[in-house]
């Protein structure tokens, strides 16, 4: 069986020494390099195949996030820092998970369990070459096939047997559920309630029970807190 081959872009000896003890602890990951900037870490992936990437954001040289931007097919990413603030734009980023310093052995498993659930196939292989979703949905609203680019989506409102889908400047009432609409999308729509799923591209603000999109209260449902705290 293959290993997960694993990068740690770091430059906090002590972050770098939790890392490298908790992969060594883990059946079927090995760390490939520990770089202390992104460009070392630069040099690696583009010499060596890397399934899982652990990424510092504030490093010397190159800020992780930035260095993130500059790869063309980057391998999936763990963000670990200690600044919260940024989870938003990580998530725009589709990192897999986002871990705060310190970081906890069972925080980290939970986030290693993410890239298998994410990863899996039958033989555990390295990752292939992603082949991204369009960034567009076609859906069917008064008798017209409507193309819709997902960046206008704000969010998606169930109502009965049909969904009210709130875009940039303009609605369209479609006849489906939100379950059938949430498997024609990207993955990184959220549902936060039985009756809603939102784009968080759009996302003003959250807490626990509400999140705004533009002058919109939306609320979450009981059942879809852990999402929200995930996110």
């Not at 897999?96 to 906890?104: E, F, H, N, R, V």
């Not at 049909?162 to 009432?173: N, W």
């Amino acid at each position: 069986m293959n290993k997960v081959q694993c990068l740690i872009v770091e430059d906090e000896p002590v972050a770098q020494r939790i890392i490298r003890n908790y992969l060594a602890d883990l059946p079927g990951f090995e760390l490939v390099e520990v770089c202390d900037h992104a460009l070392d870490a630069m040099r690696v992936l583009e010499n060596k195949a890397i399934d899982l990437m652990f990424l510092d954001l504030e490093m010397p040289k190159l800020k992780g996030f930035a260095f993130l931007k500059t790869l063309s097919n980057p391998p999936q990413v763990i963000i670990t820092t200690a600044h919260r603030e940024y989870a938003l734009e990580g998530f725009e980023l589709n990192v897999l998970d986002y871990l705060l310093k310190p970081i906890a052995f069972e925080r980290f498993l939970k986030a290693i369990q993410k890239y298998k659930v994410q990863s899996a196939t039958p033989t555990m292989a390295p990752r292939s070459v992603d082949h991204p979703k369009p960034n567009f949905i076609y859906v069917k609203s008064e008798r017209k096939t409507l193309k819709l680019l997902e960046s206008d989506i704000h969010y998606l409102e169930g109502m009965s047997n049909y969904i009210l889908i709130h875009c940039q400047k303009e609605k369209h009432i479609v006849y489906a559920s939100l379950t059938e609409m949430l498997s024609k999308l990207s993955s990184h729509f959220l549902r936060i309630h039985k009756s809603y799923v939102i784009n968080p591209q759009h996302l003003r603000s959250f807490s626990k029970e509400s999140v705004e999109l533009g002058e919109r209260s939306l609320p979450i449902g009981k059942a879809y807190k852990s999402v929200i705290e995930q996110f």
